[in-house]
């Protein structure tokens, strides 16, 4: 099933400069092959949009970034740091990978404060005042300063959502992994989302975002990504990708969703 | 939209049991009332009874308190040891560890397969000759282990019960399996844990009812030395009955308050 000549990418070195850095990254759900040799270097500060089908593999290859998916085959650097060798605490390299998720999944039995609070107190052993002042600059920046105390069910979904990155930015990472982060929003919740993290882009953040806001890719991507049955098909600026799509399967995906 | 879906599924999801009165429901409205009208009856029943027939009602009464004291030291130290093995054996159950894993599932399937009784025997009489044992010993082991099974099964459907989302955003945030299970997902799983828990609890305390066959005096034997003595079968056993009632449903409104506690961030909107 693996093909012997693209198994030999996998022997290029990996960019030990760059973010995150993928080198022959398979991916098998028993037969399926979810991942195919996928080959990509994200330096710091560089804003990449994954677009593609669903069940294009884009989700499976930003959860392999922080190991949420074990890859089957091939190498991940996160900040040049192999994140398979076993000398490499994953919990601590994920500590540095912020990731937010499509259903938020915020902590429903504790407040917005706490969500923010729980990952920095525990993992980095911030004292609790220090903590909470961090959390509420960071809900200031999303603008739910006034929602400290609230629980998550009492939010909407986009507040949620906001919370949820305001949460993963907590622990102050260095990159920021988005996984389809507007999907499961109504449509007029998806702006203040996006707007969030506009600004957060604006900041320098390195990010990657799976979505389907071709907006968004546009105003924000240093590049596009577009994966098809597992592959990355074609990648290129913005522009090029979205106006000039040289791959079919990309012109018919296009042509598709606009 | 189909990971949403599965999600408002996984929240949704209840636990069925089936032994004991069933811990109240806040929404289910006829059941209190079915609870009043079993505790209004029992209540004015034995009140009744005592105050229209003091002898032989009042003496029967007065007979049972040291029995009473028995089961619940019982039912107290078991529950107390059988809640600990429970959380032990769901979380063995679930632990990708297969030595771990087959020696939890093991010991539940023995335990599930032998009844209370026969265990309780087979610890007394079979293990309790060898190793000297009373038989307050041999009861508590008996019942906390046959209940520690049980509630394994319980812990076990609760920590699944919590959406795999939760999981994978702590371990995102860095959190490590501890961590992850014991600050995320055994807090919102005590809430789908706690009532099938309590109901359990009040299955055992009914259950202490079996030791009265190994010379141990509760509730149960004291009425049985009474009955023997006077012969008055009928009026001692509608007492027992009554006060095991009592306390059940007494047991089970206290289940239902801690369970309106536990639901404090659910939809307070």
Known sequence: MIDPVKKFSALNDPDLKAAISMRGVWKLFDEVVALKDINLDIQAGEKVVIIGPSGSGKSTALRTINRLEEATIGQIYINGQDIYTKTNDINKMRQNVGMVFQNFNLFPHMSVLTNLTIAPMTLRKINKSEAEDRAMFLLKKVGLIDKAKAYPSMLSGGQQQRVAIARALAMQPSIMLFDEPTSALDPEMIGEVLDVMVKLAEEGMTMVVVTHEMGFARQVADRVIFMDQGAVVEEGLPMQLFDYPQHPRLQQFLKQIL | ?269
């Not at chain 2, 009042?58 to 040891?81: C, K, Y």
């Not at chain 2, 860095?174 to 005590?190: D, E, H, K, R, Y």
């Open chain 2, 1 to 269: 939209m189909i990971d949403e879906s599965k999600q408002t599924a996984n929240e949704e999801k209840v636990l069925i049991f089936t032994e004991g009165p069933a811990p109240l429901n806040i929404k289910e409205k006829n059941r209190i009332s079915a609870w009043f009208f079993s505790f209004a009856f029992s209540i004015l029943t034995l009140a009744g009874l005592c105050i229209y027939r003091p002898d032989p009602y009042w003496t029967i009464m007065l007979f049972v308190p040291d029995g009473l004291l028995v089961t619940f030291q019982i039912t107290l130290i078991s529950v107390s040891i059988a809640v600990p093995i429970g959380l032990l054996t769901g979380l063995g159950r679930l632990s990708k560890n297969p030595i771990i894993n087959s020696i939890a599932s093991v010991y539940v399937e023995i335990i599930r397969g032998i009844p209370l009784l026969m265990q309780l025997f087979y610890i007394y009489f079979a293990l309790g000759s060898l190793l000297q044992m009373s038989p307050m010993v041999s009861a508590v082991i008996a019942l906390s282990f046959c209940y520690g099974a049980y509630m394994g099964e319980v812990f076990r459907a609760g920590i699944l019960s919590v959406s795999h989302g939760q999981t994978e955003a702590a371990r995102s945030l860095g959190f490590n399996q501890q961590q992850t299970t014991f600050i995320i997902v055994l807090p919102q799983a005590m809430r789908t844990i706690i009532p099938p828990i309590g109901n359990e609890c009040i299955a055992l305390l009914k259950d202490t009812s079996l030791v009265s066959v190994i010379a141990i005096s509760d509730v149960l034997r004291r009425g049985r030395e009474y009955a023997a003595s006077t012969y008055e079968y009928f009026e001692t056993f509608t007492v027992i009955a009554l006060v095991y009632l009592i306390i059940t449903l007494l047991l089970s409104k206290c289940m239902s308050m801690i369970e309106k506690r536990l639901s404090y961030y659910d939809r307070s909107r």
